[in-house]
């Protein structure tokens, strides 16, 4: 299984931005999917998670500004970025607990990040 993030890019503040991860290789099923950021110096936090049936939470900082959703058909998380600000300036990486098959044929259940895409709002 693999995650690949894109999206991200060079923004000035109060701009927006569409981060989109998808999800691919012998996948049955993902359950939560959501998305973090890493400032330089500083620990990767939560910003926003997206549960299998839709529910979400947003961390505080984030809350009327992103808005995270999914297409379960295409195995893909999206977090649209609003009123951007230049503290929202970081690496932001996609996660997703996703119940795939073994090369046994079993089927076993892993959390999986992507690679990162950068993100930076100038002021």
């Known amino acids: 299984v693999q995650l690949q993030a894109s999206g991200g890019g060079l923004v000035q503040a109060g701009g927006s931005l569409r981060l989109s991860c998808v999800a691919s290789g012998s996948i049955f099923n993902i359950n939560g999917m959501a998305w973090y950021h890493q400032a330089p110096g500083k620990q990767r936090e939560l910003v926003a998670a997206?549960?299998?049936?839709?529910?979400?939470n947003y961390a505080e900082s984030v809350k009327g500004r992103f808005t995270i959703s999914r297409d379960n058909a295409k195995n893909t998380v999206y977090l649209q970025m609003n009123s951007l600000k230049p503290e929202d300036t970081a690496v932001y990486y996609c996660?997703?607990?996703?119940?795939?098959?073994?090369?046994?044929?079993?089927?076993?259940?892993?959390?999986?990040w992507g690679r990162g895409t950068q993100v930076t709002v100038s002021s």
């Open positions: 997206i549960t299998s049936t839709g529910s979400t």
């Open positions: 996660a997703a607990d996703v119940v795939a098959y073994a090369p046994t044929g079993e089927l076993t259940e892993n959390g999986y």
